[in-house]
């Protein structure tokens, strides 16, 4: 008899400043953010950490869990338009990332930081996460660095890192930027993580209207922003 379906555990959920599909990285380690996984009983137990922070790097088993369009078992689609190819041409869902897969779960491999007790909970923080704020945790497993790291991997249309662009404040959000910080509300290491997120260019691949404005929401505030030519320009923070 072949098993049809799973029930899988979830073992905490993430704690990130990406509050919006909109803006979060499409690969894992592209910036460099700093989160958390808060770990749910009975896994919040310290002892489940043992020897853990001997790895530099672990491996995030995830559900993609805010899917709007989450394919239908019956209507099954072969196909999905990836972002790295302008979301024009189709391609093969094994063949891609995409979050719209027959089970909606993600890997991620991250920079392990720490493994903090807060209160009657446990904290793992991480760096490098491409995870929505809230997404259910499956799994951690240590990366191992000699049978994990494939050096001469082909990887297809993704086989070079997104060409970033140049981050420039206008005046008005440079204004607001500094008030912001004076008031303690953000720190630079928020300005930095905006920018390396900025950096990615997270419009659709297909859009290119420099005129356009767009909101991203990215800790606690709202980010508006344009693309003209090889430069993101930030317009204002609410």
């Not at 209160?119 to 490098?128: F, M």
């Not at 996460?129 to 799994?139: E, K, M, R, V």
Request: hydrophobic letters at 35%; one cysteine or more.
């Amino acid at each position: 008899m072949i098993m049809t379906e799973l029930t899988l555990p979830m073992i905490g959920y993430m704690r990130s400043p990406y509050k919006e599909k909109f803006g979060i990285p499409r690969q894992p380690n592209l910036v460099q953010v700093e989160s958390y996984i808060e770990m749910l009983a009975p896994y919040n137990d310290l002892l489940a950490f043992e020897g853990i922070e001997e790895f530099s790097h672990l491996w995030i088993i995830w559900q993609f869990h805010d899917n709007k369009n989450q394919q239908d078992k019956e209507k099954f689609r072969p196909q999905v338009r990836p972002p790295r190819l302008g979301g024009n041409k189709k391609i093969g869902i094994f063949a891609t990332r995409s979050m719209y897969r027959p089970a909606p779960i993600g890997l991620s491999v991250v920079k392990l930081k720490s493994v903090e007790k807060h209160g009657s909970t446990i904290r793992v923080y991480l760096e490098g996460s491409d995870l929505l704020d809230g997404t259910p945790i499956l799994d951690i497993k240590p990366y191992i660095q000699y049978s994990d790291a494939v050096i001469n991997a082909k990887s297809g249309y993704a086989q070079n890192e997104p060409t970033r662009k140049v981050v420039q404040w206008n005046e008005q959000a440079q204004l607001i930027k500094q008030k912001l910080l004076e008031a303690k509300k953000i720190n630079p290491q928020y300005i930095n993580e905006l920018e390396q997120v900025l950096s990615l260019d997270p419009r659709p691949a297909y859009q290119h209207d420099e005129a356009r404005v767009y909101g991203m929401r990215f800790g606690a505030f709202n980010i508006q922003f344009n693309c003209h030519q090889d430069a993101i320009y930030i317009q204002n923070i609410e």
